[in-house]
């Protein structure tokens, strides 16, 4: 990685495991004790910032992630059916006998003594809110368009105040 050195190519490699700064330092070799500064130090040099997007978007090819893919996944958890988790007689199907959609909104499963017991379902409502922000479909902020001209806008309202 061109512009970095020492330590700093191997923090970025880290780093980019699981954007852990305190943790990327340490296993890139530095002190324990200084590694959360030393971590927050090295995210703020502009070679060490360039150098993780690369990374980055090395990572990023490999795991083939593509905006698609992702807005797939939560349209997914956001169609998640709870009714696709059992038969029609009331009992729960196991994971090999879900449909695709549905197991791909499973999260996590729970086994007791080795014998499937439920499962962990992805948040429909975090994966909905998620999609609206994308289709920014909620505003947290109101935009507003058009020109104001300072200048005009005083004098207007010192007249109506002189009783122009």
């Given amino acids: 990685m061109i512009g970095l050195k020492g330590k700093q190519p191997l923090f970025v490699k880290e780093y980019v495991i699981d954007s852990n700064a305190k943790q990327a330092a ?31 978007e090395k990572q990023f090819k490999r795991l083939e992630v593509k905006a698609d893919k992702t807005l797939l996944k939560l349209m997914r958890g956001q169609e998640f059916d709870i009714r696709r988790l059992y038969h029609d007689d ?8 879900l449909d695709d959609d549905t197991a791909a909104a499973i999260v996590g499963v729970k086994y007791k003594d080795g014998v499937f017991e439920e499962y962990k379902i992805i948040d429909v409502k ?21 020109t104001l001209n300072l200048a005009e806008r005083i004098k207007a309202a ?4 002189n009783g122009k």
């Fill in 26 to 56: 340490i296993r890139a070799g530095y002190s324990a004790k200084t590694a959360e500064v030393q971590g927050y130090q090295l995210l703020q040099k502009t070679s060490v910032q360039e150098a993780i997007a690369k990374e980055r």
């Fill in 126 to 146: 975090g994966c909905s809110e998620l999609i609206g922000r994308h289709l920014k479909l909620f505003t947290d902020k109101i935009e507003v368009s058009g």
């Fill in 90 to 97: 009331g009992t729960i199907k196991k994971p090999h006998e």
């Fill in 158 to 161: 010192r007249d109506r105040a």
